[in-house]
């Protein structure tokens, strides 16, 4: 249809010039392309008024107005900015009259098609993406500024791949292809006229291979040289990562294709990469790993408890192993608080499956100290990690009348039973159950129940496993004992009357003190000792050697510890009153 409207536009243009043959004001109007970007147009007859000068392009059947131009006055003009996206199309110029709107000028066809070649792209690298392994290609794009995109082939003969479109397209991802192959590609650019460029220079991706014995540290690796980095290769870089190290270690720099590596012994899983590189260009290959096992390993490691000893200074582990793996050793490894695990201890295999450890270098009464266990298998490397188990500090806040004891959850088992509170006084060595609390991790302590409250309070937490579960072992865990004393109150009147049934005697009230190191002395005024003990319990009645003394003011002393080792001494006056 649009072409059968073009054709019936010329047949009306051509009638309308047969019409006004007579009026051309324009004559031998003539297009010569210039530079297959713009169009050269030129007159040989000329009025001295302004022509308007239109054209009818291909891909459209509507007349597009140019410009107004004065034929007498510019004897050319070059129209041009529209034709990059014609290949092989004829565009038709011609006047008109802007008074009569009437043609007036021959009808001039030209020819417009692309003769400038396509600007050629620079290969950069094929290289490997370090997270999805896939190969990757970018090339420099084309300085061509009519550029469609870039075509890409594989192999050699060189054979059709993919496309990428868009000028400023520069990657591409082979999702198609594994980076465990070796594959060669070359790209070239076309323009909107389908005009390609020359095809870079081949380049291709590398493979890196590994080659191990069992139980052998030495590894041997391998790979093809990259082929064509544009300014060439300076060097190979061979990085490794160990276990779950985030960063990539250098091992060497080397001009070959080939290295070997002696992996160190506490190392489970390596992994490797080579780059090539220069100046300006870096590619990478795939990586590769490589784990040290055999098929002899712990089929499991348990540490069944972690319970702290009296003392806090030491803490008693139990483990749960697999005994039918003979186990080169075992290793095992304590954080405290927050800090990060380390080995304190190699364990020999003894043919058991239960068997316990005394950790006697720690201060488990204060903070979180946590284990680990674990065995090597048949190399005498990769490292098999058992459960983690933790110890549960007491934190004591004192509540006046009562105590507060909180503790961290017992960490270690798959399912706990719950927790029970035990209590003993300084004198008595027996622990009494004061509560079971379930899996609360908290109890408060009512000390105005307590018969001795004057002596120190020491506390202490059981965890117990619930049956059934994990290993179905029961077991149970201990924290530290934490120490609770009040600290010692004294008082003393200010006046008593002997005389009276209720005050009639003069000594302190208190709490906490230490009752083998007590000093009481009361004076007179001159300073003469009228009674003096040593026994918190004993009282002044008021007499001096069975005499009642007269009612006024006297002074005493006292000197006495409380329970913490606190020196108290008190200096005051006490009023008899008769």
């Known amino acids: 249809m649009m072409k059968r409207f073009v054709i019936i536009l010329l047949l009306s243009l051509t009638a309308g010039i047969a019409a006004w043959g007579q009026s051309l004001r324009v004559t031998d109007l003539q297009a010569t392309l210039v530079d297959g ?6 007159w040989t007859r000329y009025p001295g008024m302004t022509m308007a000068l239109y054209r009818i392009e291909p891909a459209s059947p509507n007349e597009v107005f140019v410009d107004n131009i ?16 014609y290949c092989s199309d004829t565009v ?32 950069g690298v094929a290289t490997v993406d370090e997270d999805s392994q896939q190969i990757v290609l970018s090339w420099d794009p084309s300085p061509d500024p009519d550029i469609l995109g870039y075509y890409i082939c594989k192999g050699s003969p060189c054979l059709d791949y993919d496309t990428a479109w868009g000028r400023e397209s520069n ?40 080659d191990a014995q069992d139980c052998s540290s030495l590894l041997s690796l391998s790979w093809n040289a990259y082929e064509g980095m544009v300014g060439g290769v300076d060097e190979y870089r061979l990085q ?31 992994r490797f ?54 186990s080169s050793g075992y290793r095992l490894y304590r954080a405290e608080g927050s800090g990060s695990f380390h080995l304190i201890a190699s364990l020999p295999y003894q043919g058991q499956q239960r068997f316990s450890y005394l950790d006697e270098s720690v201060i488990a009464d204060q903070q979180v100290v946590s284990y680990r266990l674990s065995s090597l298998d048949g190399c005498g490397r990769n490292e098999k990690f058992s459960n983690t188990a933790s110890t549960m500090p007491i934190e004591i806040s004192d509540l006046g009348p009562s105590v507060q004891l909180h503790w961290l959850p017992y960490q270690g088992w798959e399912s706990l039973e719950g927790y029970s509170v035990w209590r ?86 208190y709490t906490f003190i ?44 006292a000197r006495l510890h409380t329970i913490n080792h606190h020196l108290r001494e008190r200096t005051g006056t006490v009023l008899l009153i008769r």
């Open 424 to 509: 003993r006084t300084q004198s008595q060595p027996h622990w009494d159950l004061l509560a079971n609390v379930g899996t609360a991790n908290e109890y408060v302590d009512d000390l105005t129940l307590q018969p001795s409250p004057t002596e120190a309070l020491y506390y202490r937490v059981m965890a117990q496993e619930s049956a059934g579960t994990g290993f179905n072992l029961a077991d149970t865990a201990y924290s530290a004992e934490a120490l609770y004393k009040r600290d010692a109150t004294i008082y003393f009147p200010n006046a008593f009357t002997p005389s009276l049934p209720d005050n009639n005697t003069f000594g302190p009230s």
């Open 273 to 326: 990469r080579v780059l090539a590189q220069n100046d300006h260009y870096e590619a990478a290959s795939n990586i590769v790993s490589y784990h040290f096992s055999t098929a002899d390993s712990a089929q499991y490691l348990h540490i069944s408890h972690a319970s702290v000893q009296p003392d806090g200074r030491s803490v008693q582990l139990g483990f749960y192993v697999d005994p039918d793996f003979q």
């Open 171 to 210: 990657t591409y991802v082979c999702q198609d292809l594994s980076s465990l192959n070796a594959s060669v590609f070359r790209v070239l650019a076309f323009d909107s006229c389908m005009n390609p460029s020359p095809l870079t220079d081949p380049f291709g991706n590398m493979v890196l291979s590994l």
């Open 92 to 123: 038709r110029y011609y006047f008109r009259d802007p008074q009569t709107n009437e043609i007036c000028s021959n009808i001039c066809p030209v020819l417009v098609y692309d003769p400038v070649p396509t600007a050629p792209c620079e290969p």
């Open 240 to 270: 490794a990562r160990y276990d779950d190290e985030s960063q990539w270690i250098d091992l060497q720099s080397l001009n070959a294709t080939t290295a070997q590596v002696d992996v160190p012994g506490n190392v489970a899983t390596v």
């Open 37 to 42: 970007r713009h169009v050269l147009l030129t």
């Open 514 to 557: 230490d009752m083998q190191d007590y000093e009481l002395h009361i004076y007179d005024r001159r300073g003469q000792l009228l009674f003096s003990t040593t026994d918190p319990s004993e009282r002044w009645d008021g007499t001096c050697n069975g005499a009642a003394l007269p009612q006024g003011t006297y002074v005493y002393t």
């Open 70 to 85: 004065t034929p007498a006055l510019h004897p050319s003009f070059v129209d041009g900015g529209f034709l990059h996206q």
